[in-house]
Structures are given as C-alpha cells and as structure tokens.
C-alpha cells in the first residue's frame, strides 16, 4: 500500500488559472516536501513542511505557490496564476524514520 | 549546497548482464537514497542508506561516506529493470533531496 496518494493525476488548465494539487497521506506524517520535474529535467526541491509550517523553499518557489494543510491531513500546493513553465510532474513526499516516501505525482499541463 | 552526479546517463544491456551505476556527490551526509522512476513518471524509494551495502532481490547499493560516492548493482538484469535510476543526497538529514540527472537503462530480451 502506497504511503502517500495524489490527486488529481492528471490536470490541464489555462495560463493564468488557479490550481490546487493535493497530497493524501495514509497515515499522519508531520514532515511533507513538495518536488517538481520539468519533462527532460531533473527532480527539483520546491518546499518542505513541518508541523503546519514551512521549514525551507527553494528559489523556485515564489509568491504564485503557497502550501497548507486545510484539514490536518491532507497537504496541499497551490499555484496561484500558472504560466508555461510551471508545466511539469509534481511530487509530494512524507518522511518516514530517514526516508522519503513519494506520491506517484500529478502531471500539470499548462496551455 | 550539495552537488550530485551519476554516470552513466544511459545504459543498455543485454538481459542476464549485471549493472552499475554510479553517483557520487560534493557535501558530506549521513545517507543517500537510491529511487527508480518508470516511463509513467511514478517515483519509488529503493533504498536509503548510511553505509555499506544493502541488498533486496536483485539490487545491491553499496555507499562510501569517506569518498562520497555510491553505487547500484542490479544482478541478471531483466527487460522489466528498465527505467531511470536516480540518486538523491540529502543537504541535512531528513531534509530536502538534491537529485542527480538519472541513468536511463533499458535492458533487451
């Protein structure tokens, strides 16, 4: 059984829409990173979250993303205003002991 | 800030050969995780480790923490092996992964 799920798999929108991708893990964790891949490019760290709180952000990670935790489980990332380039795979992870245990990511196209 | 690179950046080999791929990195850490990534983009852990070796079925990473550097063996290598290979180092424990670019292999019937 996965430890962590996403939704949706899947998203297209439109170059300045909202959206929202969420992080479902299966049980409580209290450490969450947020990562992207552009298609061709390698892994990014993009955010990590303790405790209800950002912990550290990359430079990617400016003013159009934000991160919460609305419910006390699941976790999400919101892009506020997508362009082009936030087209790419994003992956959740919660920490477990030493190791990061991946969602199988969203796939977002930006049109 | 860590710097991580792997080599080769794609491998071919015929089923049955064994592989290596190899990662080494630039910060000193406690661990480094080894992850494999399938066509469809999903990520899965394969292992995390300090130091030594450790094996599951056919995989073996070992680790050198003096030398930085660390590598994957996959033993009779089989079609369904194919995928990326990644290696991630961590900046502190447990905090963000820095990635390396990956190492395509594809193994032929």
């Known amino acids: 059984e996965p430890e962590v799920t996403q939704t949706p798999s899947h998203q297209v929108t439109q170059m300045g829409q909202e959206v929202i991708l969420r992080c479902v893990p299966i049980?409580?964790?209290?450490?969450f990173y947020w990562y992207r891949q552009i298609l061709g490019q390698k892994v990014e760290f993009l955010v990590s979250?303790?405790?209800?709180?950002?912990?550290?952000k990359s430079e990617i990670f400016d003013d159009q993303f934000s991160v919460e935790r609305p419910d006390g489980s699941n976790f999400t990332l919101k892009i506020r205003s997508t362009k082009l380039e936030d087209s790419a795979m994003y992956f959740c992870?919660?920490?477990?002991?030493?190791?990061?245990?991946f969602g199988p990511g969203t796939r977002l196209l930006v049109l | 800030k860590n710097e991580v690179e792997q080599s080769p950046q794609n491998l071919t080999a015929q089923e049955g050969e064994f592989i290596t791929i190899n990662c080494s990195y630039s910060?000193?850490?406690?661990?480094l995780h080894w992850l494999q990534q399938h066509p469809g983009g999903g990520i899965v852990s394969l292992f995390m480790?300090?130091?030594g070796k450790k094996k599951h079925g056919r995989l073996i990473a070992t680790i050198n923490i003096q030398e930085k550097h660390s590598s994957l063996h996959i033993t009779a290598s089989h079609p369904r092996d194919s995928a990326v290979y990644i290696c991630?180092?961590?900046?502190?424990?447990?905090?963000?992964?820095?990635f390396g670019e990956g190492t395509q292999l594809t193994v032929n019937p």
């Open positions: 979250f303790y405790n209800n709180e950002i912990s550290e």
């Open positions: 910060v000193g850490i406690s661990a």
């Open positions: 049980s409580n964790h209290l450490y």
């Open positions: 480790l300090s130091s």
């Open positions: 992870a919660i920490l477990r002991g030493w190791t990061q245990y």
């Open positions: 991630a180092a961590p900046e502190t424990s447990g905090s963000r992964l820095t």
